[in-house]
């Protein structure tokens, strides 16, 4: 009889320490499950974070980079409703085109086109954010950007090279008299000159956030561009002369203004 109370007693005192081992970490969970959704209520980003973002345009089904300056951008929030926007690019282009005669002896038909650009860019700026709602974050900001790009061109049409600095040139030649002599150019196109450009945008946009550290949004601005032109200078070698001179059609500066949509659906996240 005493040893079947002793064991009933150890049956009993297991239980009831085993219950209580379970109760705690129930309790735990319920706690941690409380604070959980407490901060899943914080969809919008808090002092100290750091978001970055691509477009993606469903219309053409692509993905690029964030803005019209083809820039890599990073947001770092000092405040839940202050930004600081930073942006940078850089890309480099090198190219050749060759087309050979390789029947006969007409050296003439050979023509070689290489082409080298390099282009850096940055922007800083700031944004200030509105209340909104729990999803909605609306912002107004100001970015100012600088980019400068390079571009030379090296053609050689059978024995004659000509060298184009802070330019490009199309493969249509046409002939330039330069008052001693005459020389066989390429048109070039304005876009394919030299520059530094710098900017001022004002920036409107909003940020809507599907879930915590995930948003997604969209922006436009409107600025002002000041572009001055890289002086070209043309040489060329193999025919009667070698004389440095500048392109007739070069444009020193230009100013531009007025509103630009970024291209496509910004999609972000936080760090």
């Known amino acids: 009889m005493m040893k079947k109370t002793l064991i009933t007693m150890a049956v009993c005192l297991s239980a009831f320490f085993a219950n209580g081992q379970e109760s705690q970490p129930e309790q735990k969970t319920v706690r941690q499950k409380k604070t959980k959704t407490h901060n899943e209520d ?15 345009n469903p219309f053409k089904g692509d993905l690029k980079l964030n803005n019209s300056l ?6 770092f929030f000092t405040k839940p409703d202050f930004a600081i926007r930073v942006g940078f690019n850089a890309s480099s282009v090198d190219s050749t085109f060759s087309s050979k005669n390789y029947y006969g002896t007409n050296t003439n ?4 086109s290489k082409r080298e650009s390099f282009t850096i860019g940055a922007n800083i700026g700031f944004e200030k954010h509105f209340k909104g709602t729990r999803r909605l974050s609306p912002f107004i900001g100001v970015d100012i950007s600088v980019t400068d790009r390079s571009a030379n061109q090296k053609i050689t049409s059978g024995q004659v090279v000509t060298e184009y600095k802070n330019s490009w040139a199309s493969p249509i030649p046409y002939t330039y008299y330069n008052g001693s002599s005459t020389q066989v150019l390429y048109s070039i196109n304005p876009s394919d000159y030299g520059y530094t450009r710098v900017g001022l945008h004002l920036i409107t946009g909003f940020d809507f956030y599907m879930a915590k550290n995930f948003f997604l949004g969209y922006e436009f601005n409107f600025g002002i ?24 059609v ?8 007025g509103p630009t949509l970024m291209n496509g659906i910004r999609i972000g996240y936080i760090f």
């Open 70 to 75: 083809n820039q890599i951008k990073f947001r």
């Open 109 to 112: 038909a050979n023509y070689e």
């Open 42 to 56: 914080q969809l919008k980003a808090n002092r100290g974070a750091i978001s970055t973002e691509l477009n993606f």
């Open 225 to 248: 561009n000041s572009t001055k032109y890289k002086d070209t200078e043309i040489t060329q070698t193999g025919n009667t002369s070698t004389t440095p001179i500048n392109d007739p």
């Open 250 to 257: 070069l444009k020193n500066k230009s100013l531009s203004f």
